[in-house]
DNA sequence: GTGCAAAAAATCGTATACAATTTAGTCGTC
DNA sequence: GACGACTAAATTGTATACGATTTTTTGCAC
């Protein structure tokens, strides 16, 4: 009865086998930072690594490199995406374009045991924060992520939720490149807040929140050009 | 000095041979209506047609599948999408949702030179919108997306303008399978009256017209399950 | 003639093989 | 010793080959 069965998946069965899965763990790998941007990753290399042939392991690379996630350039190969500054404003610039309609829809059909899962993560989220070790704050990086992705699911589009998918992804490697502060990437009890907001059917206030929480990410960023990149250019322009 | 330069467009060099050549090609015939919603897109013909193997004419239908064109099916192969009611409205809510954020972005950024450019493409589709005959209307759609498109472009935001890429070219198999009104898809001088709002930089009046025009393209579909679906569903569940 | 079961054909999933391009290394010349 | 051209190794681009799954056809029983 609830065609959302038909939306929420977006292919209709299992995975379309191998090349997914090594998609999906190279993409958890890149976001969880465990890749850093501008690694090489030869498709031989990945192909042996997972066990499976060069086909699959390319495969799985250009399905990233349509999410953004990864370069793939003529002849020379792929490479775990280094977002130029100019590139990081324009995903930030999109998800204030696009967060604030998500989070509307969001709200028009939230349901109680959504709040309820909604504040679960926001538990886990503060849980993570209070903990030390790099594993502990990948986590949180991830757990940040979804609470926006969850959002997007709980808005009931199927394709803004692709959207963000692509966006959150490519935002985590942003945060990596420019971040600095060493503490929480996202941000203290901003979507703790926001919830609240949509809890009270205060929408245009939970809209403010998540702009002043968008703007609260990317602030904490260092926009300059990372010398690496710079030589990089140098090198091969 | 402009770092525009790299984030306009997606890859850096031309394309990435064959797979990308036959990917545009068949997404051309898909959004010009030339190959039905449901078709069956098969590795080897596919191959075949273009006189390459079968990897290449897969790498393409994957592609494809990215930009939710084609659906590929585990053990079954691909076929032209055939959107359902919902996806159709799930792709006119986010249209809904992108493109008044993209109209701003575009008023703040456009340039003399671009408003011509505009212009000129209005002029093109009223020429189209006078003429007869299926290949003046095939051009007449593609006309309407590309002012759509072109916006995108303008806002300067290269992820936006991807995925503006992606929403208008599901919405041309959209209107193609659920379009009633045999005349334009897309509307009447609603474009032109964006511009002009645009010129006036009456931004509000602008994006209340863009969001009556995609109610009014919305509105003239005719949003009931096709009996071609139901039957197909009925004999390979 | 209808319905089911098994075999044949077709199609996809994956691996391997070869060609083309890039990159690294080497040798010779200045 | 530095620079440039040539050769060799590595890597990607594409094609072909083989195994697995699905679809169709065939054949038989009822």
Redesign the interface.
């Known amino acids: 009865m609830n065609?959302a069965s038909?939306?929420l998946q977006t292919t209709?069965?299992?995975a379309?086998?191998g090349a997914q899965q090594i998609r999906d763990a190279i993409r958890d790998a890149i976001v969880e930072r465990r890749l850093s941007p501008g690694t090489k990753l030869s498709e031989s290399d990945v192909g042996n690594l997972f066990n499976v042939s060069r086909?699959l392991a390319r495969?799985a690379l250009?399905?990233l490199s349509?999410e953004?996630l990864v370069?793939?350039?003529?002849n020379r190969g792929a490479f775990v995406a280094y977002p130029?500054?100019?590139?990081a404003r324009?995903?930030f610039?999109?998800r204030r374009?696009?967060e604030p309609?998500?989070l509307r829809?969001a709200a028009a059909r939230i349901t109680p045991s959504e709040i309820q899962h909604l504040k679960q993560l926001l538990l886990e989220e503060t849980r993570l924060m209070g903990e030390r070790g790099q594993t502990a704050r990948r986590a949180e990086i991830k757990a940040s992520g979804d609470f926006h992705l969850t959002l997007a699911a709980i808005s009931?589009?199927?394709?803004?939720q692709r959207?963000m998918d692509e966006?959150v992804a490519r935002s985590s490697l942003v945060i990596a490149l420019y971040g600095q502060s060493t503490v929480s990437s996202c941000g203290h009890s901003e979507h703790g807040d926001i919830v609240a907001a949509m809890e009270s059917k205060d929408l245009d206030r939970a809209c403010r929140l998540m702009l002043h929480h968008i703007a609260h990410i990317e602030a904490d960023l260092d926009l300059r050009e990372r010398r690496t990149q710079g030589l990089k250019d140098a090198f091969e322009p």
């Not at 370069?71 to 003529?74: A, G, I, L």
């Not at 130029?84 to 590139?87: A, G, I, K, N, V």
């Not at 009931?156 to 803004?160: F, P, R, T, V, Y």
């Open positions: 065609s038909n939306a209709d069965d299992s379309e086998t086909t495969a250009q399905a349509y953004g370069n793939v350039e003529k130029s500054p100019d590139e324009q995903i610039a999109a374009l696009i309609g998500i829809e009931g589009n199927a394709i803004m959207f966006l």
